[in-house]
T-cell receptor, first 111, second 115 residues
């Protein structure tokens, strides 16, 4: 059983469209981190949300942490081909700060 | 400041052999975590070292072992390799225990193929 359910697993859309990726759990997390991973590379941290209800923006990307700190979303406005990649959410749940990962969303933006 | 470096980048081993993967943490980071990532999946936590002590372990058998050195670099050792061990092995570092709360810096990984 995946502790962090990430959806959708795969998304292919046209350039200029908007999209949202979801990361849900029944567990409370101390923080929720979003990473982007290119093929053959390690994940690169995009943002960390810590406070329930927190919203962070990174250019066209908007990240939100649920009020109860059990879920998070990533919204991309006007997607561009450069946004193509694997997006991973990961949560910190215990005092050892180990990451619990979602399965990832493979995003393809077609020009 | 240098990031996390892993070596080797690629490795091919035969079933039953042993392998050692290496990781140099980002400058100033004293916590190192290791992850296994199968193709098309999210990473799975193997174990974590903080100040040379293992302080967390995922659901991996004892043939996966590790070490952290005084300079905070780390090794992952896998004995009796199985075909299912074929994966990308990622090393990540952070500063202190609490540093992980805010994010980790990952290396590019070691692609291990077991034949």
């Amino acid at each position: 059983t995946q502790l962090l359910e990430q959806s959708p697993q795969f998304l292919s859309i046209q350039e200029g469209e908007n999209l949202t990726v979801y990361c849900n759990s029944s567990s409370v997390f101390s923080s929720l981190q979003w990473y982007r991973q290119e093929p053959g590379e390690g994940p690169v941290l995009l943002v960390t949300v810590v406070t329930g209800g927190e919203v962070k923006k990174l250019k066209r990307l908007t990240f939100q942490f649920g009020d109860a700190r059990k879920d998070s979303s990533l919204h991309i406005t006007a997607a561009q081909p450069g946004d193509t990649g694997l997006y991973l959410c990961a949560g910190v749940r215990d005092s050892n700060y180990q990451l619990i990962w979602g399965a990832g969303t493979k995003l393809i933006i077609k020009p | 400041e240098t990031g996390v470096t892993q070596s080797p980048t690629h490795l091919i081993k035969t079933r039953g052999q042993q392998v050692t993967l290496r990781c140099s943490s980002q400058s100033g980071h004293n916590t190192v975590s290791w992850y296994q990532q199968a193709l098309g999946q999210g990473p799975q936590f193997i174990f974590q070292y903080y100040r040379e002590e293992e302080n967390g372990r995922g659901n991996f058998p004892p043939r996966f072992s590790g070490l952290q050195f005084p300079n905070y670099s780390s090794e992952l050792n896998v004995n009796a390799l199985e075909l299912d061990d074929s994966a990308l092995y990622l090393c990540a570092s952070s500063f202190g225990g609490e540093g992980g709360l805010y994010g980790y810096t990952f290396g590019s990984g070691t692609r291990l193929t077991v034949v």
